[in-house]
């Protein structure tokens, strides 16, 4: 018997959740298979197997949390491995009441509790099982809904993550979803309805966002600065360069490599912006790796783009590119989310206006740009012109970083983007 345990993850990353087992007990598992899917902080883990066997048991449920170095499963090794060559097996017959494409429970495992998502997938196999993405059935197992009553929007049939997320139990799959009344309800007592609520389980990613955030409010003493930046010469710039700047590097200019040049400028110049308190220490970090926030579907990632400071424009680009992709995909590693000196963070793509970010701890510094709106300002005494203008936000922990100079440092990524031919020619 081989036990398979829970392996080390990252220095900071100490227990994660079991998000879906992607073997069943009494099934065959080769070693370098994957068995079990973890949820922890930060990325999402697939466990492999170190031994070839049979699955006999699984010691953890999904969605238990499990510490590293924990057991999870046992495998026995060299049972259900298929015979050699020229020989023949008997193989065993399951129970008559048992449907064949169901494996019949493990020898020696009769007190193993089945987890709830082979529970719900042998619900499934008693009738037709539904073709759903694994993000569908994952969803559907955390908001505890059966496959088979969600209505498809795909013409072929297939159950997609959308169609978790829209359905409501009740629902009726030619119309919207009607709360159902109970016949001892009198009609006109509408207070007395039942209220359609929807239970769904916080996922770890949402729990750590969550406690990080709060403890970076309770621990810091967080203060937030304004200004606000004309893009007109940064625009110009984009619309002259864009095409040869693609041509010559497969890349898109786009704003955010402007940002990261501005703000390792500025952090060289006011280097207590690119520090972490550690104790009564003060440590200063003399590089500059910066984080740039991702909105995914599980919640708000900030994968690093390293050594910013050594980068030209399209490398900071095409670095954005790939971490941006990988983050929606599910597929950030440890590596591209540990660490980091700084972060930005753009709500402008979603339309705000202006806002107050939060702190990445324990970095001291985070800035926050907003979306682009034409406003009249005012070039000189005599003269107003309609300009592209970005209102930007410097949060900062006020314990290292005084106002002088949190504002200086805004001050200065102002003036690098309203001319931003050095900084261009400069990467």
């Given at each position: 018997?081989a036990e398979?345990?829970?392996?080390?993850?990252?220095e900071?990353?100490?227990?994660?959740?079991?998000?879906?087992?992607?073997?069943?007990?009494?099934e065959?598992?080769?070693k370098?298979?994957?068995?079990?899917?973890?949820?922890?902080d930060?990325?999402?883990?697939?466990?492999?197997?170190?031994?070839?066997?049979?699955?006999?048991?699984?010691?953890?449920?999904?969605?238990d949390?499990?510490r590293?170095?924990?057991t999870?499963?046992?495998?026995?090794?060299?049972?259900?491995?298929?015979?050699?060559?020229?020989?023949?097996?008997?193989?065993?017959?399951?129970?008559?009441?048992?449907?064949?494409?169901?494996?019949?429970?493990?020898?020696?495992?009769?007190?193993?509790?089945e987890?709830?998502?082979?529970?719900?997938?042998?619900?499934?196999?008693?009738g037709?099982?539904?073709?759903?993405?694994?993000?569908?059935?994952?969803?559907?197992?955390?908001?505890?809904?059966?496959l088979?009553?969600?209505?498809?929007?795909?013409?072929?049939?297939r159950?997609?993550k959308?169609d978790?997320?829209?359905?409501?139990?009740?629902m009726?799959p030619?119309?919207?979803?009607v709360?159902?009344r109970?016949?001892?309800?009198?009609?006109?007592?509408v207070?007395?309805?039942a209220?359609?609520?929807?239970?769904?389980?916080?996922?770890?990613?949402?729990q750590?966002?969550?406690?990080?955030?709060?403890e970076?409010?309770?621990?810091?003493?967080?203060?937030?600065?304004?200004?606000?930046i004309?893009m007109?010469a940064?625009m110009?710039?984009?619309?002259?360069?864009?095409?040869?700047?693609f041509?010559?590097?497969?890349?898109?200019l786009?704003?955010m490599?402007?940002?990261?040049?501005a703000?390792?400028?500025?952090?060289?110049?006011?280097p207590y912006?690119?520090?972490?308190?550690?104790?009564?220490?003060?440590?200063?970090?003399?590089f500059?790796d910066i984080?740039?926030a991702?909105?995914?579907?599980?919640?708000?990632?900030?994968?690093?783009?390293r050594?910013?400071?050594?980068?030209?424009?399209?490398?900071i680009?095409?670095d954005?590119m790939?971490?941006a992709?990988?983050?929606?995909?599910?597929?950030?590693?440890?590596?591209?989310?540990?660490g980091?000196?700084?972060?930005?963070?753009?709500?402008g793509?979603?339309?705000?206006?202006l806002?107050?970010?939060?702190?990445?701890?324990?970095?001291?510094?985070i800035l926050?740009m907003?979306?682009i709106?034409?406003?009249?300002?005012a070039?000189?005494?005599?003269?107003?012109?309609?300009?592209?203008?970005?209102?930007v936000?410097?949060?900062?922990?006020?314990?290292?970083?005084?106002?002088k100079?949190?504002v200086?440092?805004?001050?200065t990524?102002?003036?690098?983007?309203?001319?931003?031919?050095?900084l261009?020619l400069?990467?």
């Amino acid at each position: 018997m081989a036990e398979i345990k829970v392996p080390e993850l990252a220095e900071s990353i100490t227990e994660g959740t079991i998000a879906k087992w992607l073997k069943n007990t009494g099934e065959h598992v080769e070693k370098g298979e994957y068995l079990v899917e973890l949820e922890t902080d930060k990325v999402n883990i697939e466990i492999i197997s170190d031994f070839s066997g049979t699955l006999t048991e699984q010691k953890f449920s999904e969605g238990d949390t499990v510490r590293v170095g924990e057991t999870i499963a046992v495998v026995e090794e060299g049972v259900g491995q298929a015979a050699p060559a020229g020989v023949l097996e008997q193989a065993p017959q399951p129970p008559a009441a048992v449907p064949t494409e169901v494996p019949p429970a493990p020898p020696n495992n009769t007190g193993s509790v089945e987890t709830a998502g082979i529970q719900q997938d042998r619900k499934e196999e008693s009738g037709k099982r539904p073709i759903a993405s694994p993000a569908a059935r994952k969803l559907a197992r955390e908001k505890g809904i059966n496959l088979q009553e969600i209505p498809s929007s795909d013409p072929l049939g297939r159950l997609r993550k959308q169609d978790v997320s829209s359905f409501q139990p009740g629902m009726n799959p030619a119309g919207p979803s009607v709360p159902k009344r109970e016949a001892s309800v009198e009609p006109m007592k509408v207070e007395n309805l039942a209220k359609p609520v929807i239970n769904e389980r916080m996922s770890r990613r949402r729990q750590t966002i969550a406690k990080r955030l709060l403890e970076v409010k309770q621990s810091t003493a967080m203060l937030t600065t304004f200004n606000e930046i004309d893009m007109t010469a940064v625009m110009d710039l984009r619309k002259r360069r864009k095409d040869k700047f693609f041509e010559e590097h497969d890349v898109r200019l786009g704003f955010m490599s402007f940002f990261t040049k501005a703000v390792v400028a500025a952090l060289k110049k006011y280097p207590y912006l690119n520090a972490e308190i550690q104790g009564d220490q003060i440590l200063v970090k003399k590089f500059y790796d910066i984080g740039i926030a991702v909105a995914a579907e599980e919640g708000l990632v900030v994968p690093v783009v390293r050594d910013a400071d050594r980068k030209s424009f399209a490398e900071i680009e095409s670095d954005i590119m790939q971490l941006a992709e990988k983050a929606r995909a599910n597929k950030l590693s440890l590596k591209d989310l540990q660490g980091g000196t700084f972060t930005i963070t753009n709500g402008g793509v979603f339309g705000s206006l202006l806002s107050t970010p939060i702190l990445n701890g324990p970095q001291v510094g985070i800035l926050g740009m907003h979306t682009i709106q034409l406003r009249p300002v005012a070039v000189d005494k005599d003269k107003m012109e309609n300009r592209p203008m970005m209102y930007v936000a410097l949060s900062y922990d006020h314990r290292i970083v005084d106002g002088k100079e949190a504002v200086s440092f805004l001050s200065t990524i102002k003036k690098l983007l309203e001319d931003p031919e050095t900084l261009l020619l400069e990467g």
